[in-house]
């Protein structure tokens, strides 16, 4: 199995399992009183299952991003240009030269 494959399974799988702590704090706390409305409806376990299946998704996603942009290349330590000042420049000092805004497009406008 490729290693990015390998990586998305792993974060994949733990961002489901955060949210199912989430979730089941979500339901230990009765936050907006979700505990009784599970508890008390028949269908109480698929809203259960939708939400930690939304919920999987978000933290996945973010799971998975983090981990990415955790990863390190171990050549970006060298400086790759750009960097160049104006002082090296082999025409010497930049010199600012005003131009007209204007052409004879503007002129015939105008009137």
Known sequence: ???LIR????????GYAIAAVFVVMLLYFDIAHLWHLVSTSDK??????????????????????IAVM?????DD????????????????QMIPIRIAAGGPDKQR???
Do not use: S, T
Request: hydrophobic share 40%; proline share 5%; no cysteine.
């Open 1 to 3: 199995m490729p290693d």
């Open 77 to 92: 330590d060298e400086p790759r240009g750009g960097k160049r000042q104006f002082n090296d420049h082999p025409q010497g």
């Open 44 to 65: 109480g376990w698929l809203a259960v299952l939708v939400l930690w299946f939304a919920n999987g998704v978000v933290f996945a996603g973010v799971q998975f991003g």
């Open 7 to 14: 990586l998305y399974i792993k974060h994949v799988l733990i």
């Open 109 to 111: 406008q105008r009137h």
């Open 70 to 74: 955790n990863m390190k290349d171990d």
